[in-house]
């Protein structure tokens, strides 16, 4: 439960800022700090929860930094709470939803709220820290969680951290451990490299790397890490916090904001409803919040009452266990064996052949939210997303429960948004930047219309089994473009097991991704006009090129191949698509095409009117 919450500050946002009918906003910082009872049967699954201090309660103290955005009239508010789980520590709302070229983890000028979405539709908006290992830095949000000790002594075991560079978290010049190392020396540890999951680790000689400290390894002068490969060390870690302490954390808050007495102070409108979002980690981590049985408060009230979980594949997250590392994504290059992906993955209850256990994402004892799972091509190939709506080894389509709603936004790669590089970065082909949030955003008022109103959404749209839309990689059909890498394998996704040695589960779950037409686009999910008018073959995959490992699937990086522009240039190159030219009349005959597209998404509330409006809008003047 929350103990207290502290107001740092409230200060009210530029006069020049106004958020449609919800008017102006301010913005509060508050210091929040709870305490959990060991013995609730709410807390006894938090890992370590047994080695952590306990106060002259007998309780477990923890505490996080809480923004807030408010309306300044509470009159003007929806009545809504929108809690945004922070990725990395960092706010994704803005920069992803709003399209805001500034976004960050401190909005305040025009840049950063973009088109303004969601602050105008009322909502209080919520952040707060859930990782304790999140960084700090500019604004990022963590948890202040307790050390696990037994007995008092310090809890030791060996680790496994991976390090790439060059990939996510781009050029890595030193290495940071997930854990403080217990004997912070290069004979104590082991260090190896290799191109590809599937090649032979090799040590590199103590002299080549060094500790810079217990949490820092680095290469010796005049070595810089290969891009793309993966480094591996392995040591013996100490001093774990009780990192499941997260997911209790943003229950309580939750729970302590929508009906305790004194929360009008922090979210200066009485919250009737409670909706969260979380984009790639922060999805997965709502994945794991609901499956974990944290979206049941202490008093046994359901938290969030809507879910919006976006390109989490059926990922979740390395939070609640010993030395976790919650920052891991498994994807077909990177992070093999941390435990991850795990039975059970979809949100109808289903017996697993492979590890015997019947389960489901959703508990059904009352506390699941309204949920809505919204995922690109990339998800498909790289977090077995088929996964949602197909049986374990893929075999069949599900009758999902009629409280979740399933989307592929066709024809996207993860973390697309409003500008997105289209160069090649590290891949062989273009990167794809065709931007889904039109789509997101219109799921997010559906998701609100659902909780408040009782309106359901859209129906769900995948690739199925049934239809012919869902295929093995290997039978896509991609067609025979000139130059282009073509992606021939999804990420395997085996049972989880010991993941500071991991070895290949030797039976795995069969993921699926959507077949494509003629010139490689999807046929199936939603297609926005990029996709169903479309000027190129647009992909959830990519591969490496040189100097990274070639042939790897690219981590999260989708494709853009465009059309010849006429028949002369598609005959020079030997490619097997249509010409633009070929396709249509002249730029009036393309736009009226969009206009038919745009009008159906608009009649099934997959767009908003605005977006509706800017992408005609953009086909008039192409």
Wanted: proline residues 9%; glycine residues 10%.
């Amino acid at each position: 439960m929350l103990r207290s919450i502290e107001i740092r500050s409230v200060e009210a946002l530029d006069a020049a800022l106004v958020f449609g009918a919800a008017g102006r906003y301010e913005r509060v910082v508050a210091i929040a700090r709870g305490e959990v009872d060991p013995a609730h049967p709410g807390n006894r699954g938090i890992a370590l929860i047994e080695c952590a201090p306990r106060n002259a309660r007998g309780c477990v103290e923890y505490a996080t930094e809480v923004h807030v955005l408010r309306p300044c009239d509470p009159a003007l508010g929806n009545g809504g709470l929108l809690h945004e789980v922070n990725n990395r520590g960092r706010k994704m709302l803005f920069g992803t939803l709003a399209d805001a070229p500034g976004g960050g983890n401190d909005p305040r000028s025009a840049d950063d709220f973009g088109n303004r979405f969601p602050l105008s539709l009322g909502f209080t908006l919520v952040w707060s820290g859930w990782d304790p290992d999140a960084p700090t830095a500019r604004g990022g949000l963590a948890l202040q969680a307790p050390v696990a000790r037994r007995d008092g002594q310090p809890l030791v075991a060996p680790v496994r951290d991976e390090f790439v560079s060059g990939t996510r978290a781009g050029e890595l010049a030193v290495f940071r451990l997930s854990h403080a190392a217990a004997f912070p020396e290069p004979g104590r540890a082991r260090l190896t490299c290799r191109a590809r999951p599937g090649d032979t680790p090799q040590a590199l000689p103590p002299d080549d790397w060094r500790f810079v400290d217990a949490r820092t390894v680095a290469l010796r002068e005049g070595l810089s890490p290969l891009p793309g490969w993966l480094y591996e060390l392995h040591y013996q870690a100490v001093d774990p916090r009780v990192q499941g302490l997260g997911f209790a954390a943003t229950r309580d808050l939750i729970s302590h904001l929508r009906h305790h007495p004194d929360a009008l102070a922090l979210t200066g409108q009485r919250i009737a409803h409670c909706l969260a979002i979380g984009i790639s980690q922060a999805g997965r981590y709502l994945r794991d919040h609901i499956g974990q049985g944290f979206n049941r408060d202490e008093q046994g009230r359901r938290v969030f009452d809507g879910v919006l979980s976006h390109i989490a594949g059926v990922g979740r997250v390395f939070l609640n266990a010993p030395f976790a590392q919650p920052a891991r994504t498994s994807t077909q290059h990177e992070d093999h064996g941390f435990p991850e992906n795990a039975f059970p993955f979809a949100s109808a209850r289903l017996t697993d052949p492979i590890s015997g256990r019947c389960d489901a994402l959703l508990r059904e004892d009352g506390s699941d939210p309204l949920l809505i799972e919204v995922n690109t091509s990339t998800e498909y190939w790289q977090k077995g997303a088929s996964l949602l709506h197909t049986d374990p080894l893929g075999e069949r389509d599900l009758e999902l429960p009629a409280t979740t709603r399933v989307y592929l936004v066709a024809g996207t790669q993860h973390g697309a948004r409003a500008g997105t590089p289209g160069d090649c970065g590290p891949a062989v082909n273009p990167r794809n930047p065709h931007n889904p949030m039109p789509v997101v955003r219109a799921l997010l008022v559906a998701l609100w219309e659902w909780v408040r109103d009782g309106r359901e959404p859209p129906p769900s749209q995948v690739p199925r089994l049934a239809e012919g839309t869902l295929v093995p990689a290997e039978a896509l059909g991609f067609p025979a473009i000139p130059g282009a890498a073509v992606a021939d394998r999804t990420h395997r996704i085996g049972l989880p097991g010991d993941w500071v040695h991991p070895q290949d589960s030797p039976r795995a779950y069969r993921t699926l991704v959507c077949r494509v037409d003629e010139d490689g686009n999807e046929v199936a999910g939603i297609r926005l006009p990029e996709v169903a008018v479309p000027v190129a073959t647009l992909t959830g995959w990519n591969r490496y090129r040189s100097p990274w490992p070639e042939g790897e699937l690219a981590d999260r990086d989708g494709s853009r191949l465009p059309f010849p522009a006429d028949r002369a240039e598609r005959e020079a190159r030997g490619d097997p698509r249509r010409s633009v030219a070929e396709r249509y009349a002249d730029d009036a005959d393309r736009a009226e095409r969009v206009r038919v597209v745009v009008e159906a998404l608009l009649a099934q509330r997959l767009l908003l009117p605005q977006d509706a409006a800017a992408l005609m809008s953009s086909a008039q003047n192409r």
